[in-house]
């Protein structure tokens, strides 16, 4: 029995969960013995955090998620189907105040950086670009090597891995942004990545487009003429863009006229 007077987690703090989840007839689809996230920060669905946030630390729940607060129309692949309601069983183990990435050591923020950017990929393929956003930020906050001096704190290889991380992450908060109509952001952010990555052909390619959108065709050119001196040796492609050698000299042409 819990005592009357035994504290809920709040909003924005750190909570270790034991959950199972279930669908209708009985299968298992999600499991964890050790959940960690944040409530608030969009680790985990709607109806895990709801339910968390009005439990009491060892209190064990049941709670019948509708779809529309799980993974609603489109589902799970390859496990959870469209609008399938779930049977969790969550129990609370621990919660805690969030620590503040500089805190911590850098292979721990590696490990929950990447957490987060997974999370923004899970919400930028189901389309939900407000909250790929929201993740991919989140996940660069925590991908650091600075100390809370300003210092850096990591080794060359964990810095490398860090810059690496930070690099993907920032490529997808643009593909994020310009799917939002966010085109300033965009192009801001696609600065950061070739910042630390200035032989990125991804951004240097959505760099130029964004510049040539804007007008701005003499920078636009200098842009693109970098990828397309890389592109020969470098795939531009992946999940979210897909850009070809033509679609590129296609493009500097376009700016060519402008002159």
Known sequence: RLPENALTPAWGQEVT???????????????DCKLVFVIGEGDVNQALEECTISMKQGEIALLLADSQYTYGHLGREPDIPAWAPL?????????REKLEPLSLPIPDRIRIGNQKRERGNFYFQREEYGMAAQAYCMALDMLTTHTNDSQRCASEEEDEEVNDYRVKCLNNLAAAQLKLGQVDEALHTSRDVLFLDPQNVKALFRKGKLLSDKGEYEEAMETLKKALKLEPSTKVRGPIMKYSFSTIISLSVYISSKY
């Open 17 to 31: 969960l034991k959950m199972q989840g279930v669908l209708e007839d009985r299968t298992v689809v999600e499991k």
């Open 87 to 95: 049977l969790y069983q969550p129990e609370l183990l621990d919660f």
